[in-house]
């Protein structure tokens, strides 16, 4: 199973909580636009109903407070995101983290 099976299937039996923020979601929505994604089929629509998807599954927290300890300052919403929430893990495809 891919790890990120894994994943979707602790969220979805309810073991573990799923938590983003309004920022991560546009940024989310803004990706799949990009044109490099063009030529796979159906990937707009498909990428849009899982954001949707997320959306109903996830606890929405927006962070009240800047981080600034990565280098890509656009990766540190995901931390912010992660310390509001009092996550216990943080998991991201990002392998350079």
């Known amino acids: 199973s891919y790890p990120y099976s894994i994943v979707f299937d602790l969220i979805l039996s309810s073991e573990v909580d799923l938590y ?8 989310y929505q803004h990706t799949i636009g990009y ?3 063009q030529s796979i089929p159906r990937f707009h ?4 109903q899982l954001i949707i998807d997320l959306k109903s599954i996830s606890i929405i927290r927006n962070p009240q ?3 600034e300890i990565l280098a890509d300052k656009d990766d540190n919403k995901f931390l912010e ?4 929430a ?3 893990f943080l998991i ?3 392998s350079k983290h």
């Open 92 to 94: 991201t495809g990002n």
């Open 45 to 48: 629509e498909r990428s849009k």
């Open 35 to 37: 044109s490099k994604f």
């Open 81 to 84: 995101l992660a310390l509001s």
């Open 65 to 67: 407070f800047v981080l």
């Open 86 to 88: 009092q996550a216990d």
């Open 20 to 27: 983003l923020s309004k920022t991560i979601l546009i940024e």
